[in-house]
């Protein structure tokens, strides 16, 4: 009898092992059974500019990873609608940070929900513009697995245009940096550990010029190093050229980061 117990124990943890870490269960597993959406390409050709300067194989590569969050992942509209352009807004924020590292796909979340608006710190949408101030969020506590964004932000963020905007990569952003456990603008699952110090003394650098009014960085990345990564990395995939040109060294920073050159290439 013991020896069933200690079978059936050692057989249920093996199997809890194979279900959730190497098949995690998908919440929408018939998208991968059908190839990739005409009207899907569409929009990402028209409305996602760092998908528009992929070479082709790489296009598909992209295509193949929006199926495989879209499985993985539950996107809910709260008191909003959402179209499948929404949900394919919030998967290209996920996978663009994250495009030259296919293994990963935010294991600690599970949950993507879509406000009608902007939002204060008590989550209300219906207040005055000038209280609603958080354009998205990571949940902690018992918010934890969940992110959370405007839906007017988030497709302003996808309209086809460059800006240096863009509130579904910057949350993004924080979920990789705080993947190893703290969110400190250094996101250890990409880094080398020889690359911190260079890195937190770009940091340094960039800062100092952004409270001089020498940057045309947004002083929102003065808060913190982790608002500083999430800020330039916007910036960084919105509008790659004019990063390039007016920031190099930080730009061959964030390419060393997320080991992807995310401008035009012919
Ligand atoms: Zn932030």
Redesign the pocket.
Known sequence: MKYLLAAIFVFTAVYILYKYIFHPSLAHPELLQKPFPPMFRAFLQKRILYYQNLPDDRKQEFESRILKFLAEKNITGIDTEISDADRIMVASSAIIPLFAFPFYNYPRITEILIYPNSFDENFQTDNATEQRNILGMVGNGFMNGTVILSKPDLEAAFDGLRHKNNVGI??FV?LIDSADGEADGIPEILFQHSFVFPWLKEIKREMNKIEKNHSDINPYALTNN??FL??VSEYFFDNPEKMKSRHPELYNDLVGIFKQYPEKRE
């Open positions: 910057h949350e924080h982790a608002e999430a800020v």
